[in-house]
């Protein structure tokens, strides 16, 4: 089984958590205390970046729902970036990209962050 | 002659009756030649003694092995046996002292009456000789770690020779050699007294005792001395019958009076260290009961009582504090003593400050801000770090009252139960991962039944229509769903879904999602309706990571007439006429959104179906099923198997779905529930006649 790894980078006060792997149920507590550390300490720009992930299971789709509300409630997002085509097609599926912004690269995301400040 | 005295004995020590063959032969041999004042026959009836003590003081040392008396009662033995030898040799002076009148004469010539007083006197020497010989032998090899069986030999040995040399001092003169002997063997007697090892390992108690009993003996041996210069004869009356049992009892008899001496010295010089040894004793206890423990305690506040207590038996301290670090890096505090409580802030500060520098190794934190906090005494406080795969798991922290460097001993010690706490403590995670375990294996059972009892036995048998589903969960339950409902006489309703998530909770909104359906059902007929009012209510219940994929449609029966409404689920394949068409009518999931989006992006498609048209409903279980290369089955081998059993029953079209599924993924684990529904429709026969 691939394993499953997070990376963590902040550009000024937007977070950027890379997925690596194989994120099922039983990996995505990995992520999920992740980004609860990041609301915990009050930031809530969250940029997800998809590039290296191989599988994304219902569990890890749940992760991020279980943060958008209380993030965008606080003024923040999570946004997705880079995402392969086979991931962006089980999003898309389960209609992901009606409530979620996706992006090609971390840089868009990270404009969208900014321009929406303004 | 001694290699001979040797092979005698060898021979007898197996008979059984080898000492009662051996007296009487040396009785016989006596009487026979009682007169006879004849060196050589005196001197082989001597030797014949040797082989009778040897296989006496044996025949002793096995009762010790059974009984196995403490070397206290032994040297109580000694006593005993002393006293016991003393009485016997004070009344029969006072019998023998009429006889023994002309004793002079008599040894010159020496009656048959005489002649057997003198015998039993010998075998009352001899078993003294034998008893005292066998106590000695016993204690010196009590918890003998070294080697002395060659100071043993040597000295027994010599006091056979010396024994044996009061002939030749008889009949020729040489008594240097019976002193030369004797000087030899109390010497090596010496040695082997003092490498006594059993005073050792006794209590403070029990060596003040082996004191007492010493110097009592010491008492006896010293009387017995003082009245052997007026022993009314026996002295003399024994060579008559046998020379060297006088002069072995001598020798026992200077071994009686050293060995008390020398136990008493090297007893005195122990008792300074007793404490440290029954320290230590205690520690190795401890440890051993606390390794016992481990096994046993399921309850880690139980657990960890046992380590502080045993903790607190082998450092002697009272304020002993257990902090165990879980997966968030919280310390959770551990006491016996309740008055300890308020010290813990303290001890959280003073942890938090110094845990940079922590490293494997023990170190100590003078306490100085205590003071202020509690009338508290302790002046230091020793950290002994938990590692467990070099990770800190916890500290054990020990207050001492007074400012003092660690000793390396106690360092050891302190390093040690640092190591058996660690043992306990992951022995009991261990121990709780695999309880969870089998209660996660019980749950996943438990999740199983509930499914099994949601999906129908049987697919439906509807006139013009072709259906036929396969189920199969996998062993995490993965929360597929899969239902039909009778809407009217010709109206079918037919959902295929999958809850996120495993298990217990996934097998529970499985369940409510068959209520609410099976309900919905009833009031509405637009598969649309029916979703927005499943998500508005599923909404409330579900939790927030929490979504359920659903495809609903209905069919007319008579007409042909298919309305889908799809909720994030997996695209329902249409065949037609060779050609697959991905039906995929817009929808998010249910629970994704709890506002108007939902609904917004909820559409619902119709179309009607002809005859030998195909859907065929899948879960997500199909196309993300992997092989050994982690390939997914895909879509594309899907439509193509279907494609290829087009013309097939739909039992058979699902037939071959799972049998090329099977092969695909033969060599890796099934992760999550496989659903299809495949339905044919046949056409209205009754249009067509």
């Known amino acids: ?118 | 002659m001694i290699d001979l005295a040797l092979k005698l004995k060898n021979s007898f020590m197996n008979s059984r009756y080898s000492h009662v063959l051996l007296i009487s032969l040396f009785l016989l041999l006596k009487i026979i030649f009682l007169f006879r004042e004849s060196f050589l026959i005196s001197f082989i009836g001597d030797l014949i003694l040797i082989p009778i003590v040897y296989s006496f003081v044996k025949f002793l040392i096995r009762i010790q092995e059974r009984k196995r008396f403490s070397q206290i009662q032994l040297l109580f033995g000694f006593i005993i046996f002393e006293i016991l030898f003393i009485l016997i040799s004070e009344t029969s002076l006072y019998f023998l002292s009429p006889i023994l009148k002309d004793l002079k004469i008599l040894l010159v010539k020496p009656t048959i009456f005489i002649g057997l007083i003198s015998g039993f006197y010998t075998i009352v020497y001899l078993l003294f000789v034998s008893i005292i010989l066998a106590i000695l032998t016993i204690l010196f090899f009590t918890k003998q770690k070294k080697n002395i069986n060659r100071y043993y030999k040597t000295t027994i040995v010599l006091l056979i020779l010396g024994s044996l040399s009061s002939h030749f001092q008889k009949h020729f003169n040489l008594s240097f050699l019976e002193y030369t002997f004797a000087t030899l063997s109390v010497f090596f007697f010496i040695i082997m007294s003092y490498l006594n090892k059993w005073v050792i390992y006794l209590t403070r108690k029990e060596k003040i005792k082996v004191i007492i009993i010493c110097n009592v003996l010491l008492a006896i041996v010293i009387y017995s001395m003082i009245k052997s210069g007026d022993d009314g004869g026996i002295n003399e009356l024994i060579p008559i019958f046998s020379n060297t049992t006088l002069s072995a009892y001598k020798f026992i008899f200077a071994f009686a009076f050293v060995y008390p001496i020398i136990l008493q010295v090297l007893t005195i010089f122990q008792l300074p260290v007793t404490e440290v040894i029954e320290k230590k004793t205690s520690e190795i206890e401890s440890l051993q009961n606390l390794s016992q423990m481990i096994s046993k305690v399921l309850d880690i506040e139980e657990l960890v009582s046992i380590i502080i207590q045993t903790i607190e038996k082998i450092i002697g301290s009272k304020d002993v504090f257990l902090c165990l670090i879980d997966e968030k890096s919280n310390c959770k505090f551990y006491s016996n003593n309740k008055e300890n409580e308020h010290l813990f802030n303290y001890l959280i500060k003073t942890l938090s400050s110094k845990t940079n520098q922590m490293n494997e190794k023990i170190f100590d934190v003078e306490v100085t801000e205590l003071d202020s906090l509690s009338n508290h005494k302790i002046e230091k406080l020793i950290i002994i770090p938990l590692i467990y795969n070099q990770k800190l798991i916890g500290y054990i922290l020990i207050g001492r009252e007074r400012t003092s460097i660690l000793e390396e001993d106690e360092l050891n010690t302190l390093k040690s139960i640092g190591e058996y706490s660690v043992v306990a403590i992951q022995n009991h995670h261990l121990l709780q991962k695999s309880i969870e375990k089998e209660r996660l294996e019980k749950e996943l059972e438990v999740a199983r039944e509930v499914q099994k009892k949601l999906i129908p036995d049987q697919a439906p048998t509807i006139k013009n229509l072709d259906i036929a589903y396969s189920f199969i969960p996998a062993f995490e339950v993965g929360g597929d769903y899969i239902d039909y409902f009778q809407l009217d006489e010709d109206n079918f309703g037919f959902i295929v879904a999958d809850v996120s998530g495993k298990g217990i909770s996934a097998a529970f909104y499985m369940a409510e999602v068959k209520g609410i359906f099976e309900s919905l059902s009833k009031i509405l007929t637009n598969p649309k309706d029916i979703l927005i009012q499943a998500n508005k209510i599923l909404c409330k219940s579900l939790d927030k990571k929490s979504f359920v994929s659903v495809v609903y449609t209905t069919i007319n029966s008579k007409t042909g007439l298919v309305k889908i409404a799809r909720a994030g689920h997996c695209p329902i394949l249409h065949l037609r006429n060779s050609k697959i068409t991905e039906l995929l009518p817009s929808g998010i999931a249910i629970g994704l959104d709890h506002s108007k989006l939902f609904e917004k992006n909820l559409e619902e498609i119709s179309l009607h179906l002809q005859t030998n048209d195909f859907l065929i409903f899948y879960t997500d279980g199909i196309t993300e099923a992997r092989n050994q290369q982690l390939e997914e089955f895909g879509t594309e081998r899907l439509n193509a198997i279907v494609l290829k059993s087009k013309n097939n029953s739909s039992q058979i079209v699902i037939q071959k779905i799972i049998e090329e599924l099977t092969v695909f993924s033969k060599d890796f684990p099934q992760h999550d529930d496989i659903t299809l529904l495949a339905i044919k429709y046949l056409g209205d026969k009754n249009e067509r006649v």
């Open chain 1, 1 to 118: 089984m691939n394993e499953f790894n997070l990376k963590q980078k902040s550009i000024e006060d937007i977070n950027i958590i890379e997925l690596k792997g194989y994120l099922d149920a039983h990996t995505a507590p990995k992520l999920e205390d992740a980004i609860s550390n990041l609301v915990n300490t009050n930031q809530y720009k969250i940029i997800v970046n998809f590039s290296d992930l191989d599988y994304i299971s219902s569990a890890g789709l749940g992760v991020f729902m279980a943060f958008i509300e209380t993030v965008r409630n606080k003024g923040g997002d999570i946004k997705f970036s880079a995402m392969n085509e086979k991931i962006y097609k089980i999003f898309d599926l389960i209609g992901f990209p009606r409530i979620y912004e996706f992006y090609s690269t971390d840089e868009e995301a990270i404009q969208k962050f900014k321009s929406s400040e303004k």
